[in-house]
C-alpha cells in the first residue's frame, strides 16, 4: 500500500528498460574496474560518484574513450571552488570526439543532423559530410589568421552552418560564442563586444512564424560596432549575395580538407555563454574543451541515455545553452535535429510534428510548451505517430504536475518524462533525468552523476524534505574556468560563492525529498518572504495557470519601508477573459486551496503582458526593483528583455504608488 507520502509513481522503467540502459552497463563495468557499487542502483551509484569523485570521472573518461594526446597527472589536482584545475597535463579536443562516428566506414553515411524549417520537411546532413565540411572551415580559419584563443562569434539561427561553424572554431583551439538573429543589435553588442570576435558568422536574415525577417541593417551595425572582426562570412539564408567585404559560406566549406584538431589543455576554453544579465551588461561565462566533453558524455551518454540508434531533438535557440547541449548529442554518435522556426508554427501542436517526421527518441522542450499545448487542447498520440518516443525531457521552468500528467497522458502511459534542472552558468544539469528510476509527479528523478546537490538552510545546514538553497558541494568539470573581463575573479565569487563561501550557491529554492528527487521552487533571489516563510514562484505559478481565463502571471513579494510587505499577483489573460470578481475569487481561492492562506496575493493586478528574458524567463528580480522605485536605466539591462514596453507598466504603477 502506498503512503501518501511517499505516492505511487507515475512512471516505472520495466526489468528489460533498467537492463538495456547505459547507465546499468557502466555502473557494472565502473564496479569491475574501478572499485563502484555492484549492488545498490542508482543510488549507492551517485554516492559512490561524489565520495569517489576523481575515480568516478576516469572511469567517465575511460569509459566514453576520450583521446588524450598527452597524458594528465591526475584527475583533480585542486578541488577548491572556485579554482578546480581538472586533468592537468592533458591535452585533447572537443570536436575531434564531436566527428569520430565519421571514422566509422559503417556510419560515415549515416546522418549526423536532420534539418528542419517551418515547412517541416527534414533535410540530412551526413557524418562524412558534416567532417568534411569542418575540415574545410577550419583551414579557412587558420587562413584567415585565427588562432587558438581566438574568439569567433556567430549571429545565427539553429541551421547546421552554425554547428559546423562551432566545430571548426573548436577544432582550431578558438573560442565559439553565438546568438540568435531574433536578438537586436545592442543585445549583441552588449555579448560580443565583451569578448572582441576576430570572425563573425552571420545570416541575412531568417523565418519564423511563416514571416520573413530581414536582418541585414543589423549585421551592417555589428560590423561597424565590432573594430577587432578581421572577417566576416554570409550565409545566405533568404538567397541574397555576400555584402561587400564578407566571404560567401560555400567559398569557405567548399575544399576538400581533412580536419586538423589542434590539441589543446583541458582548461582551453571552448566556448562562452551569457546569462540572462538583466541588469548590467551579461556575465560572459567561459567553460572549457575537456570540462564540457566529459559532462556533456555524462550527461548525454549516461543520463539521457542517447547512442547511435537515437535522434536527439530539443527545442531550442542559439542563444541558449540548450543548443551547445543539443550539438554534443553528436558526441555519443547520436543525430542531431535542428528545428529553425517557431516553437507553435502554423499551429501549438508543430514541435510533435517535428518528433514524428524526424522519428526523434528523446524529445526535449521547454515546461511552458507543455503546458501551452495542456491549455490548447492539444492531443500528440491522437494526431502523430510518436512511437519512436521514449523520453519527453523539459527544461527552462519546473514542470507543473499537470504538465507531467498530461504528457503521461496524451503521449504514453510507458513515457519516461523527464524534468530537468541546471544552468547556463555549468552549461549542464545538476538534477533530472535517470533512466533506471521511477518518476514521480512534479519530481526530477535525482541528482545527477558526479554532482554533489544538496539543499541547505540559512546556515549552511543540509535538509532533507524542506525548502532550502540549491548548493553543489564539490567542483564539476563544466563549472566555468572563469567570467570573460574579470581578471581578478571577483565578479565569477560573487556571483556564486558569496552565501556560502567554497560552495556553489546557484540561486535556486529546492526541496529534496527522503528518496532522492527533487522539487524545484523558482530563484531564491527573488524570495517571496511572508511572516518569515520563504516560498518559491514557481509554485504560485503552477496553482494560478492552471486556470483556463491566465496565460501567464508573475508574482513579486516587496518589502516595504514601514515594516509591511507587499505581494501582488500580475496575470496576463487569455483573450476574451476578464478579470472580474469572479475571476479575482477564483484565483485566491485556488492559490488558498492548493497552497496555503499565505501564498494568496495582496493585490492582483491585470498586466498587457509579462516580461521575459531573451532565454524565455520571467523576468522577476528587475520587476521587483521597479516596484521599488529603481529606475528603469538601473534596474534592467535592455538589450536583455524581449519586450522593454511591458516593464513600462511596472515602472509607471510604481510611480503612482509612491
Same mark, same amino acid.
Given at each position: 500500500?502506498?503512503?501518501?507520502?511517499?505516492?505511487?509513481?507515475?512512471?516505472?522503467?520495466?526489468?528489460?528498460?533498467?537492463?538495456?540502459?547505459?547507465?546499468?552497463?557502466? /555502473?557494472?563495468?565502473?564496479?569491475?574496474? %574501478?572499485?563502484?557499487?555492484?549492488?545498490?542502483?542508482?543510488?549507492? #551509484?551517485?554516492?559512490?560518484?561524489?565520495?569517489? #569523485?576523481?575515480?568516478?570521472?576516469?572511469?567517465?573518461?575511460?569509459?566514453?574513450?576520450?583521446?588524450?594526446?598527452?597524458?594528465?597527472?591526475?584527475?583533480?589536482?585542486?578541488?577548491?571552488?572556485?579554482?578546480? !584545475?581538472?586533468?592537468?597535463?592533458?591535452?585533447?579536443?572537443?570536436?575531434?570526439? $564531436?566527428?569520430?562516428?565519421?571514422?566509422?566506414?559503417?556510419?560515415? %553515411?549515416? $546522418?549526423?543532423?536532420?534539418?528542419?524549417?517551418?515547412?517541416?520537411?527534414?533535410?540530412?546532413?551526413?557524418?562524412?559530410?558534416?567532417?568534411? /565540411?569542418?575540415?574545410?572551415? $577550419?583551414?579557412?580559419?587558420?587562413?584567415?589568421?585565427?588562432?587558438?584563443?581566438?574568439?569567433?562569434?556567430?549571429?545565427?539561427?539553429?541551421?547546421? !552552418?552554425?554547428?559546423?561553424?562551432?566545430?571548426?572554431?573548436?577544432?582550431?583551439?578558438?573560442?565559439?560564442?553565438?546568438?540568435? +538573429?531574433?536578438?537586436?543589435?545592442?543585445?549583441?553588442?552588449?555579448?560580443? !563586444?565583451?569578448?572582441? +570576435?576576430?570572425?563573425?558568422?552571420?545570416?541575412?536574415?531568417?523565418?519564423?512564424?511563416?514571416?520573413?525577417?530581414?536582418?541585414?541593417?543589423?549585421?551592417?551595425?555589428?560590423?561597424?560596432?565590432?573594430?577587432?572582426?578581421?572577417?566576416?562570412?554570409?550565409?545566405?539564408?533568404?538567397?541574397? @549575395?555576400?555584402?561587400?567585404?564578407?566571404?560567401?559560406?560555400?567559398?569557405?566549406?567548399?575544399?576538400?580538407?581533412? +580536419?586538423?584538431?589542434? !590539441?589543446?589543455?583541458?582548461?582551453?576554453?571552448?566556448?562562452?555563454?551569457?546569462?540572462?544579465?538583466?541588469?548590467?551588461?551579461?556575465?560572459?561565462?567561459?567553460?572549457?574543451?575537456?570540462?564540457?566533453?566529459?559532462? %556533456?558524455?555524462?550527461?548525454?551518454?549516461?543520463?539521457?541515455?542517447?547512442?547511435?540508434?537515437?535522434?536527439?531533438?530539443?527545442?531550442?535557440?542559439?542563444?541558449?545553452?540548450?543548443?551547445?547541449? #543539443?550539438?554534443?548529442?553528436?558526441?555519443?554518435?547520436?543525430?542531431?535535429?535542428?528545428?529553425?522556426?517557431?516553437?507553435?508554427?502554423?499551429?501549438?501542436?508543430? /514541435?510533435?510534428?517535428?518528433? @514524428?517526421?524526424?522519428?526523434?527518441?528523446?524529445?526535449?522542450?521547454?515546461?511552458?510548451?507543455?503546458?501551452?499545448?495542456?491549455?490548447?487542447?492539444?492531443?500528440? $498520440?491522437?494526431?502523430?505517430?510518436?512511437?519512436?518516443?521514449?523520453?519527453?525531457?523539459?527544461?527552462?521552468?519546473?514542470?507543473?504536475?499537470?504538465?507531467?500528467?498530461?504528457?503521461?497522458?496524451?503521449?504514453?502511459?510507458?513515457?519516461?518524462?523527464?524534468?530537468?534542472?541546471?544552468?547556463?552558468?555549468?552549461?549542464?544539469?545538476?538534477?533530472?533525468?535517470?533512466?533506471?528510476?521511477?518518476?514521480?509527479?512534479? @519530481?526530477?528523478?535525482?541528482?545527477?552523476?558526479?554532482?554533489?546537490?544538496?539543499?541547505?538552510?540559512?546556515?549552511?545546514?543540509?535538509?532533507?524534505?524542506?525548502?532550502?538553497?540549491?548548493?553543489?558541494?564539490?567542483?564539476?568539470?563544466?563549472?566555468?574556468?572563469?567570467?570573460?573581463?574579470?581578471?581578478?575573479?571577483?565578479?565569477?565569487?560573487?556571483?556564486?560563492?558569496?552565501?556560502?563561501?567554497?560552495?556553489?550557491?546557484?540561486?535556486?529554492?529546492?526541496?529534496?525529498?527522503?528518496?532522492?528527487?527533487?522539487?524545484?521552487?523558482?530563484?531564491?533571489?527573488?524570495?517571496?518572504?511572508?511572516?518569515?516563510?520563504?516560498?518559491?514562484?514557481?509554485?504560485?505559478?503552477?496553482?494560478?495557470?492552471?486556470?483556463?481565463?491566465?496565460?501567464?502571471?508573475?508574482?513579486?513579494?516587496?518589502?516595504?519601508?514601514?515594516?509591511?510587505?507587499?505581494?501582488?499577483?500580475?496575470?496576463?489573460?487569455?483573450?476574451?477573459?476578464?478579470?472580474?470578481?469572479?475571476?479575482?475569487?477564483?484565483?485566491?481561492?485556488?492559490?488558498?486551496?492548493?497552497?496555503?492562506?499565505?501564498?494568496?496575493?495582496?493585490?492582483?493586478?491585470?498586466?498587457?503582458?509579462?516580461?521575459?528574458?531573451?532565454?524565455?524567463?520571467?523576468?522577476?528580480?528587475?520587476?521587483?526593483?521597479?516596484?521599488?522605485?529603481?529606475?528603469?536605466?538601473?534596474?534592467?539591462?535592455?538589450?536583455?528583455?524581449?519586450?522593454?514596453?511591458?516593464?513600462?507598466?511596472?515602472?509607471?504603477?510604481?510611480?503612482?504608488?509612491?
Amino acid at each position: 500500500m502506498t503512503s501518501a507520502a511517499n505516492p505511487a509513481p507515475l512512471w516505472q522503467p520495466d526489468p528489460d528498460r533498467v537492463a538495456a540502459a547505459r547507465i546499468t552497463r557502466f /555502473q557494472a563495468w565502473a564496479a569491475e574496474r %574501478h572499485g563502484a557499487p555492484a549492488e545498490g542502483g542508482y543510488a549507492a #551509484l551517485h554516492r559512490w560518484s561524489v565520495d569517489e #569523485l576523481e575515480t568516478f570521472w576516469q572511469a567517465v573518461a575511460d569509459w566514453f574513450d576520450v583521446r588524450f594526446s598527452t597524458p594528465y597527472e591526475r584527475v583533480l589536482a585542486n578541488s577548491a571552488m572556485p579554482g578546480a !584545475q581538472w586533468f592537468p597535463g592533458a591535452t585533447l579536443n572537443y570536436a575531434e570526439h $564531436a566527428l569520430r562516428t565519421a571514422e566509422d566506414p559503417s556510419r560515415a %553515411h549515416d $546522418a549526423a543532423l536532420l534539418y528542419v524549417d517551418e515547412t517541416h520537411e527534414p533535410t540530412s546532413i551526413s557524418w562524412s559530410e558534416l567532417r568534411r /565540411q569542418v575540415g574545410a572551415l $577550419a583551414a579557412e580559419l587558420r587562413a584567415l589568421g585565427v588562432r587558438p584563443g581566438d574568439r569567433v562569434s556567430g549571429y545565427l539561427p539553429n541551421i547546421p !552552418q552554425a554547428v559546423t561553424a562551432l566545430l571548426a572554431t573548436a577544432a582550431v583551439g578558438a573560442v565559439w560564442t553565438s546568438c540568435a +538573429p531574433d536578438f537586436g543589435a545592442r543585445s549583441v553588442l552588449d555579448r560580443f !563586444q565583451q569578448v572582441e +570576435p576576430v570572425v563573425l558568422f552571420t545570416v541575412d536574415g531568417y523565418r519564423y512564424g511563416g514571416k520573413v525577417h530581414d536582418r541585414t541593417e543589423t549585421v551592417a551595425e555589428l560590423r561597424r560596432e565590432l573594430p577587432t572582426l578581421r572577417a566576416v562570412i554570409h550565409i545566405p539564408l533568404l538567397g541574397t @549575395e555576400a555584402p561587400e567585404g564578407a566571404l560567401d559560406w560555400s567559398a569557405v566549406t567548399s575544399h576538400d580538407t581533412e +580536419p586538423v584538431f589542434e !590539441q589543446v589543455p583541458f582548461d582551453h576554453p571552448l566556448w562562452v555563454l551569457y546569462s540572462s544579465g538583466t541588469t548590467g551588461l551579461p556575465k560572459a561565462i567561459v567553460q572549457s574543451q575537456g570540462g564540457i566533453l566529459l559532462e %556533456h558524455f555524462k550527461q548525454l551518454g549516461l543520463h539521457c541515455d542517447l547512442g547511435p540508434e537515437d535522434r536527439f531533438f530539443w527545442y531550442t535557440s542559439t542563444g541558449w545553452m540548450m543548443w551547445n547541449f #543539443l550539438v554534443s548529442g553528436l558526441l555519443t554518435g547520436t543525430t542531431v535535429v535542428l528545428y529553425d522556426g517557431s516553437p507553435g508554427y502554423p499551429d501549438t501542436g508543430a /514541435q510533435w510534428r517535428i518528433a @514524428e517526421r524526424t522519428e526523434a527518441t528523446l524529445f526535449g522542450t521547454s515546461a511552458a510548451y507543455v503546458m501551452a499545448c495542456r491549455k490548447a487542447g492539444v492531443h500528440p $498520440a491522437r494526431d502523430h505517430d510518436l512511437s519512436r518516443i521514449k523520453c519527453v525531457a523539459t527544461t527552462g521552468s519546473p514542470l507543473p504536475p499537470d504538465g507531467f500528467r498530461w504528457l503521461h497522458d496524451e503521449v504514453a502511459d510507458d513515457l519516461w518524462i523527464a524534468s530537468v534542472s541546471g544552468g547556463t552558468d555549468v552549461c549542464s544539469c545538476f538534477a533530472g533525468a535517470v533512466p533506471t528510476l521511477p518518476v514521480h509527479i512534479g @519530481e526530477l528523478q535525482a541528482a545527477c552523476l558526479g554532482t554533489d546537490l544538496q539543499s541547505w538552510d540559512p546556515q549552511g545546514k543540509p535538509v532533507i524534505g524542506e525548502v532550502g538553497e540549491l548548493v553543489v558541494t564539490n567542483p564539476m568539470p563544466s563549472m566555468p574556468i572563469r567570467f570573460w573581463n574579470d581578471p581578478d575573479g571577483s565578479r565569477y565569487r560573487d556571483s556564486y560563492f558569496e552565501m556560502f563561501p567554497g560552495v556553489w550557491r546557484h540561486g535556486d529554492w529546492i526541496t529534496i525529498t527522503d528518496r532522492g528527487s527533487v522539487v524545484i521552487h523558482g530563484r531564491s533571489d527573488s524570495t517571496l518572504n511572508r511572516q518569515g516563510v520563504r516560498m518559491g514562484s514557481a509554485d504560485i505559478y503552477e496553482a494560478v495557470e492552471r486556470l483556463p481565463e491566465i496565460r501567464e502571471s508573475l508574482v513579486i513579494g516587496l518589502e516595504e519601508p514601514d515594516g509591511g510587505y507587499w505581494m501582488p499577483l500580475f496575470v496576463h489573460l487569455v483573450e476574451g477573459a476578464a478579470l472580474d470578481d469572479d475571476l479575482r475569487d477564483r484565483i485566491t481561492r485556488t492559490i488558498r486551496e492548493q497552497l496555503s492562506p499565505r501564498h494568496v496575493p495582496d493585490d492582483i493586478i491585470e498586466v498587457p503582458g509579462v516580461p521575459h528574458t531573451l532565454t524565455g524567463k520571467r523576468i522577476e528580480v528587475p520587476v521587483k526593483r521597479l516596484l521599488q522605485g529603481t529606475p528603469m536605466s538601473k534596474a534592467v539591462n535592455p538589450g536583455s528583455v524581449d519586450n522593454l514596453d511591458l516593464l513600462r507598466f511596472y515602472e509607471t504603477l510604481a510611480r503612482n504608488r509612491s
